[in-house]
T-cell receptor, first 114, second 112 residues
Framework: NAGVTQTPKFQVLKTGQSMTLQCAQD?????MYWYRQDPGMGLRLIYY???????DKGEVPNGYNVSRLNKREFSLRLESAAPSQTSVYFC?????????????FGDGTRLSIL | GNSVTQMEGPVTLSEEAFLTINCTYT??????LFWYVQYPGEGLQLLLK?????DKGSNKGFEATYRKETTSFHLEKGSVQVSDSAVYFC???????????FGAGTILRVKS
């Protein structure tokens, strides 16, 4: 039972390079999310997709774009990577956008920008 | 805006000690409240949740009670084990929508 799968697990980029982080879930969930985790700051929402075909900005969207490719897949793109984007990125999904639905997380992508 | 405040860590305990991790929140309306746990090198896992005032969430010996009057959701466990060593995150979702707001996380280290 895979749950939420993120690829790659680790990546090192140079400033200015582009990169797409992939996320797929096999739980038939409607809503998907991208977070970044930085020391001492918990997780902060970058973008989310309440349902297939919709995307919305979260708390820290600048420098990122997303694509909800289909119900299963939700990708995060860095068009021109900056050192401030060095972080651990987590994808999550939930059955619906109802506030009492728990989110299920992938294992994260550790991204370093030099 | 919405926010969650957790006690700073790391918290270091001996095996079988009592655990409390404090969590308070600020939000408009009545949120759903969650505790997530992150083991080293892994993603977050839901530990427990409570969706209305006075609800008690519980799982694996951990408990937390939704206290509207004190806007708190403190995590407790009567007897911790080495395997409980992890980072614990308190989080909320506002009444409408499912955008989680996280606290900064509390590192728990349990020594044998």
């Amino acid at each position: 039972n895979a749950g939420v799968t993120q690829t790659p697990k680790f990546q090192v980029l140079k400033t200015g390079q582009s990169m797409t982080l992939q996320c797929a879930q096999d739980m038939n969930h409607n809503s998907m999310y991208w977070y970044r985790q930085d020391p001492g700051m918990g997780l902060r929402l970058i973008y989310y997709s309440a349902s297939e075909g919709t995307t919305d900005k979260g708390e820290v969207p600048n420098g990122y774009n997303v694509s909800r490719l289909n119900k299963r897949e939700f990708s995060l793109r860095l068009e021109s990577a900056a050192p401030s984007q060095t972080s651990v990125y987590f994808c999550a999904s939930s059955e619906s956008r109802s506030s009492n639905q728990p989110q299920h997380f992938g294992d994260g992508t550790r991204l370093s920008i030099l | 805006g919405n926010s969650v405040t957790q006690m700073e860590g790391p918290v270091t305990l001996s095996e079988e000690a009592f655990l409390t991790i404090n969590c308070t929140y600020t939000v408009t309306g009545y949120p759903s409240l969650f505790w997530y746990v992150q083991y080293p090198g892994e993603g977050l896992q839901l530990l427990l949740k409570a969706t209305k005032a006075d609800d008690k969430g519980s799982n694996k010996g951990f408990e937390a009670t939704y206290r509207k009057e004190t806007t708190s959701f403190h995590l407790e466990k009567g007897s911790v084990q080495v395997s409980d060593s992890a980072v614990y995150f308190c989080a909320l979702t506002p009444r409408i929508g499912n955008k989680l707001v996280f606290g900064a996380g509390t590192i728990l280290r349990v020594k044998s």
